[in-house]
């Protein structure tokens, strides 16, 4: 089945700070999203991505699907962006939402 | 918000008894899922259904059944709960009229069996 990486797996900073968190797959792809889990366990749906560029905010996100990878960016971070992010794939022969494979996540801490 | 709501929260049974996980949506979305979060295996596909009354197995099916008799509701039940079936599970929808729409979930149940 299709490989999706997530990097880095643990990432620290101080508030204020940028970050990219980046998600490789291995198969081209049809469907691409990005979720945070918080702390308390909620998974939200960050964005759903499978090319271009999208902007929410202080998040953004890029998928380049030719080069089968995708970045999540967070500007100017807060404490409240700890948690979990988690890229989720559906390769092109597989379809659709049932077969969304879920990395393994980047889990971001971010100090007051 | 995408309208899901999971009972119960929090639910601690014993091995071999019958449980019952509900799965609440207010928007009238027609793709549904249940997954289950455990350390180590990430977020696996339990099962799905794609309208009332039509449901397929995921990944991890063994030990769990599915029912969906309204558009609203989807259920999950475990037959006959196991130490193994210990675990976090989250309903999600597919938020749009396709499945390959953005998936939104639940808050999730925690379930121990002891």
């Known amino acids: 089945g299709i490989q999706v990486e997530q990097s880095p797996p643990d990432l620290i900073l101080q508030e204020g700070a940028n970050s990219t968190l980046r998600c490789n797959f291995s198969?081209?792809?049809?469907?691409l999203q990005w979720f945070h889990q918080n702390p308390w366990g909620q998974l939200i749906n960050l964005f759903y991505?499978?090319?271009g560029t999208k902007q929410n905010g202080r998040l953004s996100a890029t998928t380049v699907a030719t080069e089968r990878y995708s970045l999540l960016y967070i500007s100017s971070s807060q404490t409240t962006d700890s948690g979990v992010y988690f890229c989720?794939?559906?390769?092109?022969?597989?379809?659709?939402?049932?077969?969304?494979?879920f990395g393994k996540g980047t889990l971001l801490t971010v100090n007051p | 918000d995408a309208g899901i709501t999971q009972s119960p929260r929090h639910k601690v049974t014993e091995t071999g008894t019958p449980v019952t996980l509900r799965c609440h949506q207010t928007?009238?979305?027609?793709?549904m899922y249940w997954y289950r979060q455990d350390p180590g295996h990430g977020l696996r596909l339990i099962h799905y259904?794609?309208?009332?009354?039509?449901?397929d197995k995921g990944e991890v099916s063994d030990g769990y059944s599915v029912s969906r008799s309204k558009t609203e509701d989807f259920l999950l039940t475990l037959e006959s709960a196991t130490s193994s079936q210990t675990s976090v599970y989250f309903c999600?929808?597919?938020?749009?009229?396709?499945?390959?729409?953005?998936?939104?979930f639940g808050n999730g149940t925690r379930l121990t069996v002891t």
């Open positions: 999600a929808i597919s938020v749009g009229q396709v499945v390959n729409s953005p998936l939104h």
């Open positions: 198969d081209s792809v049809n469907n």
């Open positions: 991505i499978p090319s």
């Open positions: 989720a794939v559906v390769p092109n022969s597989g379809g659709s939402n049932y077969k969304l494979t």
């Open positions: 928007e009238n979305h027609r793709y």
């Open positions: 259904s794609y309208g009332v009354k039509d449901t």
